[in-house]
């Protein structure tokens, strides 16, 4: 927000005069970029036309279902014969020539009814915006050789008749850069809306706000990209443009001086609209980074605690046996009694089954194997003499 405390007011030579104006205490209130864009989404609403397909489109046919047992689908066809029509599914939206899926009505709910306070908030909102230089420069205006920001114009240039001083105006304050950028960004317009009186598109330039009209706007209206618009009339969807803040505003004297009349400041509420004052900001300071620097902030704090205290997982000791040696260090000499015996049992179990069947282990130690490299028996080295022919 801005918080200059007075505003130099410029002749339309762009020369500073001796007049100056106290900030508006709307250029003061909370800037809430998620309120302008909701409310200017809802205001967008309500410029849309109703429109609708025909009432009796894809059912201008005398069209029948087959029914079952001919091995077709059961959507209605059209009846007759001699013709490539004649057959063919109808009325479905999945149909050559039927209707599509939900037609749509005239009678949809189109338009949307907006909090008027919430409306007042984002309008507050967006007119503080465009006292931040750099939320202007994010928005893509190009307002380096602008001497201040708002820029406050004297009532004289209201009286411009013709767009050559217009123009030598805009000139001389630094703001043709950004006109120039409207005049070279003009385009055709993407898909469909070439056929429909919108062929070509163009950023918004410089929006100018006067108080009274003595021919500024035949001066102005045929520039590519200003727009105009009277102080009492200010639009969200001209000072927010797409539900984005910070567009660059030129005020005339009179009109800048209306803002707190209008809009009211916090001591004093609104003359031109009922029971209104500016919304009221919840934190004084919402610079949370330097209030937790802050050294009272500091001093209430207690010292951080920077021992590292581990939490251990606690496990079953019924399942898990180093646990459960260390809760009975005798654990583990049951364990192994238990295995023992079960393997005792198996044995006896496996012995009396086989005694029953007749099989008869070989209860003898097998024969070791002669190591590598030893000489064999004779009656073996005799066996493997081959036989002579």
């Known amino acids: 927000m801005a918080a200059r405390p007075l505003v130099t007011v410029y002749d339309e030579k762009c020369e500073a005069t001796k007049s100056t104006v106290r900030l508006p205490a709307v250029f003061r209130a909370q800037i809430r970029p998620d309120i302008v864009s909701f409310v200017h989404f809802q205001m967008l609403k309500n410029t849309q036309q109703p429109y609708a397909v025909a009432e009796k489109a894809g059912h201008q046919t005398s069209a029948e279902s087959w029914g079952t047992g001919r091995a077709v689908a059961r959507i209605p066809r059209v009846r007759g014969g001699g013709t490539h029509r004649s057959g063919q599914g109808a009325f479905g939206n999945m149909c050559r020539g039927g209707r599509m899926f939900a037609p749509t009505k005239t009678w949809r709910r189109w338009h949307r009814r907006i909090n008027i306070t919430q409306r007042r908030y984002a309008i507050c909102s967006a007119v503080a915006a465009t006292g931040v230089p750099s939320l202007i420069l994010a928005k893509g205006h190009r307002i380096e050789q602008v001497p201040e920001v708002p820029l406050v114009m004297s009532d004289k240039i209201q009286e411009l008749k013709k767009t050559r001083e217009a123009v030598k105006l805009l000139k001389s304050v630094g ?150 040696v260390k809760l009975n260090p005798a654990a583990a000499m049951l364990k192994r009694r238990a295995i023992m015996q079960e393997m005792k049992r198996k044995k006896a179990r496996q012995a009396k089954v086989d005694k029953k069947r007749g099989v008869v282990k070989d209860t003898k130690p097998k024969g070791k194997a002669p190591a590598k490299g030893k000489a064999k028996p004779a009656a073996a080295a005799k066996k493997e003499q081959p036989k002579k022919k």
Request: aromatic share 6%; net charge positive; charged share 30%.
């Open 175 to 324: 703001a043709w850069p950004d006109v120039q950028r409207c005049i070279d960004s003009k385009r055709l317009r993407p898909g469909k809306g070439k056929m429909r009186n919108r062929r070509r598109i163009m950023k918004r330039g410089p929006l100018i706000v006067y108080g009274k009209n003595d021919g500024i706007t035949r001066a102005f209206r045929n520039i590519p990209g200003v727009t105009l618009i009277k102080v009492d009339r200010l639009n969200l969807l001209k000072i927010a443009p797409g539900g984005h803040v910070g567009r660059f505003i030129i005020w005339t004297e009179g009109a800048f001086r209306q803002l707190d009349e209008i809009y009211g400041n916090w001591s004093k509420k609104s003359a031109a609209k009922k029971d209104f004052n500016l919304p009221m900001p919840k934190m004084t300071n919402s610079d949370l980074s330097r209030l937790l620097r802050a050294e009272e902030i500091q001093r209430a704090l207690r010292t951080p605690r920077k021992r590292i205290v581990r939490s251990t997982m606690k496990k079953n000791p019924l399942k898990n046996l180093n646990l459960m």
